[in-house]
């Protein structure tokens, strides 16, 4: 992804977890986790966090990228150990402006979900 999906990506990824009006350690974590593994600091991050308005979302143009974007999401929305409803409400709509199908939206999410529990779960048994 170019660096302006990125910078995108991150403030959507600000956006889901700020839906339950707090952003939780571990949400921050995992987005500064995402951020670095994209080249982006964790400055821009805070900077992009403090100034919503001044970066755009886009969706990717291609499909693997639109995937990548939607695990971000769904991994942001359940990192805290909750999924708040106005987090899932977010994930979704920012899942169909990704363009997947709405009748697909939930089956992907609930994937990414399972995928993403097994990681957790795989985490702590290392």
Known sequence: MNR??????????IGIAMADGRLDDNERNLILQIADKSG???????YINENMDIVDWK???NRDDKIQQLREMVWVMCSDGEID???EALCR???LGLGFDPEAVDVLIAELLVNFKVWIDQQALS
């Open 59 to 61: 969706p990717a143009d």
């Open 4 to 13: 302006d999906l990125v910078l995108g990506n991150i403030k959507a990824l």
């Open 40 to 46: 982006i600091s964790a400055e821009e991050v805070q």
């Open 93 to 95: 709509v920012l899942a």
């Open 85 to 87: 409803e106005n987090e």
